[in-house]
Structures are given as structure tokens and as C-alpha cells.
Nanobody
Framework: QVQLVESGGGLVQAGDSLRLSCAAS????????MGWIRQAPGNEREFVAG????????YYADSVKGRFTISRDNAKNTVYLQMNSLKPEDTAVYYC?????????????????WGQGTQVTVSS
């Protein structure tokens, strides 16, 4: 099973950018579809973005489409989430997630493993 460690969260102002990183352990990283989910206080976990094993197929929640970009570097066992034009409603704990198949995930329930999360806070 893949182990996931997120980094890159922080406190920013509305309109700023952040890039989250997720380092994965395990020699089978390239066979996993990856993604990001988030959870705001008092809310359920929400799907944010997914990417397939090779990185040539992605899928986004409507709320982040056009602002966030997911990518991966299989040589470095790392997946990224570039977040631009951040809004206060993007404030949440962001979790890196893995799916033990190669196809892009499109919902939170598609993932089977999660990291510990990194806090993103966007002030207005």
C-alpha cells in the first residue's frame, strides 16, 4: 500500500497561489491513479482533482476548474496541486489520495488511501 505525505499548505490571501506536493512511498507509484480531496470545518470530504497513472488525463471538481492544476512526476513519486486565484471558500485541509487502479478518479469514494493532510487557509 502506498504511503502519502503532503506539504506546501499555509496561510495566503485571496487571489494568491499555492502549490501542494505529495510524496509517495513504494515502487508501484506509477500504477496508481492519484488525486486530491479536501475537508473544510463542518463539511464532508470533497473531491478536488484526479489524475491517471501516466498524467495525461485529469478531472476536476467544478468549484476548482480553471484555477487548480494537478500533475505528477512518476520519477520522483510525487503528485502536485497548483492552486491559483485562491478564494476564502478554498480554505480546508487538503489530502493527497491514491487509487489502486490506473484510471482517473472522479469522486472521493474512488480513493483507497489518504495522507495526513495539509492545511490551506485563504483570508479575504
Amino acid at each position: 500500500q502506498v504511503q502519502l505525505v503532503e506539504s506546501g499548505g499555509g496561510l495566503v490571501q485571496a487571489g494568491d497561489s499555492l502549490r501542494l506536493s505529495c510524496a509517495a512511498s513504494g515502487r508501484t507509484f506509477g500504477s496508481y491513479a492519484m488525486g486530491w480531496i479536501r475537508q473544510a470545518p463542518g463539511n464532508e470530504r470533497e473531491f478536488v482533482a484526479g489524475i491517471n497513472w501516466s498524467g495525461d488525463n485529469t478531472y476536476y471538481a467544478d468549484s476548482v476548474k480553471g484555477r487548480f492544476t494537478i500533475s505528477r512526476d512518476n520519477a520522483k513519486n510525487t503528485v502536485y496541486l497548483q492552486m491559483n486565484s485562491l478564494k476564502p471558500e478554498d480554505t480546508a485541509v487538503y489530502y493527497c489520495a491514491a487509487r489502486a487502479t490506473s484510471a482517473t478518479a472522479r469522486r472521493e469514494a474512488d480513493f483507497g488511501s489518504w495522507g495526513q493532510g495539509t492545511q490551506v487557509t485563504v483570508s479575504s
